[in-house]
């Protein structure tokens, strides 16, 4: 378990990366262990990816799957370079001996470093990724209103084309999760080595513990429990762990 000096280390190591929780913003340094948690939300929402997403810029495509934020997070970076293809960045959080929050003192930032492997893909396979995005309603209006729990299995995409934004979301278990074809495409080009944690259904009603104090749920205080909200082509505002 980990104890309180611990916790005001994490606290202050992500102070001091943004300069106070509340203000931090993602700006592409997502390898950084000093920022993924304070930026996370503002990652997750492809902030920076929605300021750079003018007419003639490349594409830039980001895919999250949240399998429990404490237990995987799974992260796809499609960047193009500028000919049709492009290079795939696969990042891996926890699943692998791991925890996503856990602090130790062999490596005190261990919990928020991923396994990355980088791959090109050639034009044919952007185009095939490209026609499974269209397939599984990524470039489609978001669910507006779809709440996203921490503990479940979902995706969330923002995806930079033609210099427009789409932001979009799937929750497991429901039709439209089930429809999606470019999970299996991004999984067979990871070369991270990490198996997928397959999808866990949450109880329903179990997102309502976001919004109790730990200390009156009884439970370890190192889960993370928030809920964030799909509004109109991204997330609801933007909250801290």
Same mark, same amino acid.
């Given at each position: ?124 396979? &952007?185009?095939?990724?490209? !026609?499974?995005?269209?397939? /599984?309603?990524? #470039? %489609? ?6 709440? @996203? $729990? ?13 210099? &427009?934004?789409?932001?979009? !979301?799937?929750?497991?278990? /429901?039709?439209? #999760? %089930? ?6 495409? @991004? $999984? ?13 259904? &949450? ?39």
């Amino acid at each position: 378990m980990i104890g309180k000096p611990f916790r005001r280390i994490r606290v202050a190591l992500l102070l001091l990366a943004c300069g106070g929780l509340a203000a931090c913003s993602y700006q592409g340094n997502i390898d950084n262990p000093l920022t993924i948690k304070a930026t996370w939300f503002s990652h997750l929402n492809g902030d920076d990816i929605r300021t750079a997403c003018v007419e003639g810029s490349t594409p830039h495509y980001r895919l999250i799957y949240n399998a429990d934020y404490d237990e995987q997070l799974r992260s796809y970076e499609v960047v193009g370079d500028g000919a049709g293809g492009a290079t795939l960045t696969a990042r891996v959080y926890g699943s692998s001996g791991l925890v996503v929050n856990r602090i130790q003192f062999s490596d005190p930032l261990g919990w928020a470093r991923a396994t990355k492997r980088d791959t090109v893909l050639s034009a044919a396979q &952007v185009a095939g990724l490209d !026609a499974a995005l269209q397939d /599984s309603g990524a #470039f %489609a209006p978001a669910p507006e209103g779809l709440q @996203l $729990f921490s503990k479940e299995t979902y995706w969330v995409s923002t995806l930079c084309r033609d210099g &427009v934004v789409f932001f979009n !979301a799937w929750r497991f278990p /429901s039709d439209r #999760f %089930a429809a999606i074809t470019f999970d299996e495409l @991004l $999984f067979a080009l990871d070369e991270t080595g990490i198996a997928v944690r397959e999808p866990v259904a &949450v109880p329903v009603g179990a997102s309502a513990r976001a919004g109790v104090p730990r200390r009156r749920q009884g439970v370890d205080d190192r889960g993370n429990y928030f809920n964030v909200k799909v509004g109109d082509n991204g997330l609801e505002g933007h909250l801290a762990l």
